[in-house]
C-alpha cells in the first residue's frame, strides 16, 4: 500500500511554455502533500505544503507565481512549472501523507519527475 | 541554512562488510529522525526511523544509533549486499510550529557496495 504516483515521468520543453506534473495517492486519501526539487548531486529541496482544499504554503525563496500548486481532492495535487526557463530544469519529486494514519513523519514518494527546459 | 548534514558524500564497501552513514544536525527541536534510500530517478524510500526518545533502532540488517547531546545519528547496514548501492538521505522532524510534518534533508551518501 501506499503508493504514489508521478506523470509524468520526464519531460522536455521549450523555454517560455509552462508545464503540468501530477501527483496522486493511488490507494490512500492524502490530506497534505509535499512537493521536492532536487538539484544533481544535492539534497531534496522542499519548495512547499500543500493541503487539500486550501492554497499551498511555499518555502522561502520559492515563487508562487511560477510553481502554481494545486491539491483539488485528497488522491491529487498538481504542480505546474510556468513560463519555464532553463534554470528550472530539475528532478521534481512530490511526497503525500495518508489522512488515515496521519503521523507526521510519515510521507510516501512518488517516482519525481525530470524536467529538461530547452 | 542546512540544519541537516552528511558530510560524507560518498562510501565505498566490500560486500558481506559494514557500511557506516553518518549525519548530524543542528537543531535540538528535531525530534524525529528517518533514513530513505534512493535510486537514481526515482523517488526515495523510507527505510527506517528513530523517535528522540530511543538511542538505537534495529530492522533486520539496519540499525539507527542516536546521540542527541552530539546531534549525531548514524545507519549501520550489515552485511552490505550490493543491492544496497544508492544514495542513502537522512531526514529530520521537528514540533516546531512553522514545521510540523515536513522533512529536512541531508545531501546524502552515495553507497557502492563492491563485490
Known amino acids: 500500500g501506499a503508493v504514489v504516483s508521478q506523470h509524468p515521468s520526464r519531460v522536455i520543453c521549450k523555454s517560455g511554455t509552462s508545464v503540468k506534473i501530477e501527483c496522486r495517492s493511488l490507494d490512500f486519501q492524502a490530506t497534505t502533500m509535499f512537493w521536492y526539487r532536487q538539484f544533481p548531486k544535492q539534497s531534496l529541496m522542499l519548495m512547499a505544503t500543500s493541503n487539500e482544499g486550501s492554497k499551498a504554503t511555499y518555502e522561502q525563496g520559492v515563487e508562487k507565481d511560477k510553481f502554481l500548486i494545486n491539491h483539488a481532492s485528497l488522491t491529487l495535487s498538481t504542480l505546474t512549472v510556468t513560463s519555464a526557463h532553463p534554470e528550472d530544469s530539475s528532478f521534481y519529486i512530490c511526497?503525500?501523507?495518508?489522512?488515515?494514519?496521519?503521523?507526521?513523519?510519515?510521507?510516501?514518494f512518488g517516482p519525481g519527475t525530470r524536467l529538461t527546459v530547452t | 541554512d542546512q540544519q541537516v548534514k552528511q558530510n560524507s558524500p560518498s562510501l565505498s564497501v566490500q560486500e558481506g562488510r559494514i557500511s557506516i552513514l553518518n549525519c548530524d544536525y543542528t537543531?535540538?527541536?528535531?525530534?524525529?529522525f528517518l533514513w530513505y534510500k534512493k535510486y537514481p530517478a526515482e523517488g526515495p524510500t523510507f527505510l527506517i526511523s528513530i523517535s528522540s526518545i530511543k538511542d538505537k533502532n534495529e530492522d533486520g540488517r539496519f540499525t539507527v544509533f542516536l546521540n542527541k547531546s552530539a546531534k549525531h545519528l548514524s545507519l549501520h547496514i550489515v552485511p552490505s549486499q550490493p543491492g544496497d548501492s544508492a544514495v542513502y538521505f537522512c531526514a529530520a522532524s521537528g514540533l516546531m510550529a512553522d514545521s510540523w510534518g515536513k522533512l529536512q534533508f541531508g545531501a546524502g551518501t552515495q553507497v557502492v557496495v563492491t563485490p
Open positions: 537543531n535540538s527541536m528535531f525530534d524525529y
Open positions: 511526497s503525500a501523507r495518508d489522512r488515515l494514519r496521519d503521523r507526521r513523519y510519515e510521507q510516501y
